[in-house]
RNA sequence: GUCCCCAUCGUCUAGAGGCCUAGGACACCUCCCUUUCACGGAGGCGACCGGGGUUCGAAUCCCCGUGGGGACGCCA
């Protein structure tokens, strides 16, 4: 039995959108607190000055509220926190742990470039290291020095890594990472280790582009004499096209994902699949994935995002989804595409009639949009279905519309009989029918059309080509 | 360059030495349903990167290749 508490944390830095990386990271930390009762947490490193913004922030919340991912306790703001840091800071130097570096930006750009060419791993060397019976150099005035934690040279680190195993790095690999920068202010794996070890962090679930990043934290949490978490780090998603995300390239905002019309139990269902399995199971609410939601089911490698199965997710999800719920949405939408004041109640009878054949919200509310405005047919459409011989029957037809009783049952059978009394089938009516009306080839039931759209559109619809 | 990680259908994955003639899902193809297109239903195509071991037996364990990726910042 394990009687601690788990608790977790996403930390993302902002300085840009979530993407869809940080949400499948943000939502396995949730998930996995919530697996255990524990509490998630969500905390914003935001030491780099220069390249965070308060925009970046709200984006980020944002997204974690649209996915409904709830935290416990947060958001921290690590610029909040300086006074913990420098308090640390100075434990750490005081303590022998951490020291004064004055070597300049330039000499160490110079010591980087020697060591690559003679085909070493680029690292400190240590010139401002203070060890017993070592002459330091005498500190120059004109260059403000950082602090550099004080790592150990020998022997390793070892974590048994949650996804990945146990991995092993020499500290002959590490060297004296910079824990405050020259205007003082601390640096990212630091504060990551006061932040982890202050709010008692039991399991770090973050992006594999921090593996190396631990055994430097677990060396300053050992100096700190902090308890060392465990680790699980997630393997990066790759695009669609099996690239790199990048600002540059692929790296969507989930929010770009509630523009284009995807539901979030769409976006999370996917995400929770993609690099984490539970048998055969494709389709599970986030109440499931909760109770389901483990460490060992997660995939070492990296994963491919594919739009074409989160589709397929997202078109279930709609067609399960509220009705109501989702003229809601659609009424936004269409409000976009001009159109104003819909009727909350015909709404939903379209949604219905067209919510089983499309894969987004979007698409969703483009393909009603004929309902409201005059459409116009292509030009083959109309020479391939409205044919000659067919027009008479048309003209009968509206005729017999004129009259009729108004419901979709009552549509169809007047459809049928002229289809039978010409000796037709029935898609020769139809689908002139569904060219005019809608203004495509493809519609659900023509009859149901044209029971919402109501005679009068109809008919008038209809009269423009007699 | 150095260190670290990864490797099953096109894609996401199941698989913890015999249950694997390798299962499911998306996509694709065929058929059925049908008022067009979808939806839905039934089939189908399709993979263990290569080579060595270990073992009675390997997709599963080990080693070496190969191929991907990540990291090497006074970024996070």
Redesign the pocket.
């Known amino acids: 039995m394990n009687y601690m508490t788990i608790r977790t944390r996403f930390?993302?830095?902002p300085?840009g959108f979530l993407h869809i990386g940080g949400a499948r990271t943000a939502l396995f930390s949730w998930a996995y607190a919530r697996k255990h009762h524990g509490q998630f947490i969500l905390r914003i490193?935001?030491?780099?000055v220069?390249?965070?913004t308060p925009e970046a922030v709200q984006a980020i919340l944002d997204g974690m509220h649209w996915l409904g991912l709830d935290y416990d306790e947060g958001p921290f703001y690590?610029m909040q926190r300086m006074p913990r840091y420098r308090e640390v800071i100075q434990q750490m130097l005081e303590q022998g742990h951490a020291y004064y570096c004055y070597?300049?930006?330039e000499e160490?750009e110079a010591l980087?470039e020697s060591q690559?060419q003679?085909?070493?791993?680029?690292?400190?060397d240590g010139r401002w290291r203070p060890e017993a019976g070592k002459q330091l150099p005498n500190a120059p005035q004109d260059?403000?020095p950082?602090i550099r934690f004080k790592n150990p040279q020998t022997g390793f680190v070892e974590w048994n890594d949650l996804v990945?195993?146990?991995?092993?790095?020499?500290n002959e690999?590490l060297?004296d990472?910079?824990i405050a920068?020259?205007?003082g202010?601390p640096?990212?794996?630091f504060?990551?280790v006061v932040d982890d070890y202050d709010m008692k962090i039991s399991h770090v679930i973050r992006g594999?582009?921090?593996?190396?990043?631990t055994p430097r934290q677990i060396n300053m949490l050992r100096a700190l004499g902090a308890p060392v978490p465990k680790y699980a780090h997630l393997?990066?998603i790759?695009g669609d096209d099996?690239?790199?995300l990048s600002k540059r390239h692929g790296a969507v905002s989930v929010m770009q994902y509630h523009e284009d019309g995807y539901l979030p139990e769409a976006v999370l269902n996917y995400l929770a699949?993609?690099?984490?399995?539970h048998?055969?199971d494709?389709i599970f609410d986030m109440q499931q994935f909760c109770s389901w939601f483990d460490l060992?089911?997660i995939?070492?490698?990296?994963?491919?995002?594919?739009t074409?199965?989160l589709?397929?997710l997202n078109?279930?999800y709609i067609?399960q989804a509220d009705l109501s719920g989702l003229a809601d949405d659609i009424a936004v939408r269409l409000e976009q595409l001009g159109i104003q004041n819909v009727s909350h109640e015909t709404l939903t009878q379209q949604i219905a009639l067209y919510r089983?054949?499309?894969q987004t919200l979007q698409e969703l509310a483009n393909s009603l949009v004929y309902f409201y405005q005059t459409p116009e047919p292509a030009q083959d459409q109309l020479e391939k279905h409205l044919t000659d011989d067919i027009k008479p029957v048309l003209s009968n037809l509206i005729e017999l519309l004129k009259t009729s009783e108004w419901t979709?049952d009552a549509v169809?059978h007047v459809?049928d009989k002229i289809v039978q009394d010409n000796g037709l089938?029935?898609?020769k009516v139809?689908?002139p029918l569904?060219v005019i009306l809608t203004g495509?080839?493809?519609?659900?039931?023509?009859?149901?059309v044209m029971y919402i759209l109501g005679r009068e559109v109809v008919l008038k619809r209809l009269q423009q080509f007699f």
């Not at 990945?164 to 020499?170: A, D, F, N, V």
């Not at 699949?273 to 399995?277: A, M, P, Y």
């Not at 995939?299 to 594919?306: C, D, K, V």
């Not at 495509?440 to 149901?448: F, G, H, K, L, R």
Request: hydrophobic share 30%.
């Open positions: 930390a993302p830095s300085t490193e935001d030491t780099d220069a390249r965070s690590q070597a300049s930006k160490l980087r690559m003679q085909g070493l791993k680029p690292r400190y260059v403000p950082v990945k195993g146990s991995i092993r790095i020499s690999e060297d990472l910079i920068r020259a205007d202010t640096t990212y794996n504060c990551v594999d582009d921090h593996v190396n990043n393997s990066m790759l099996g690239q790199k699949r993609l690099g984490w399995s048998g055969d494709e060992d089911h995939t070492p490698s990296a994963a491919q995002f594919n074409e199965k589709n397929w078109a279930h067609k089983e054949r499309t979709a169809h459809i089938k029935f898609p139809a689908m569904r495509s080839a493809q519609s659900p039931s023509i009859n149901e």
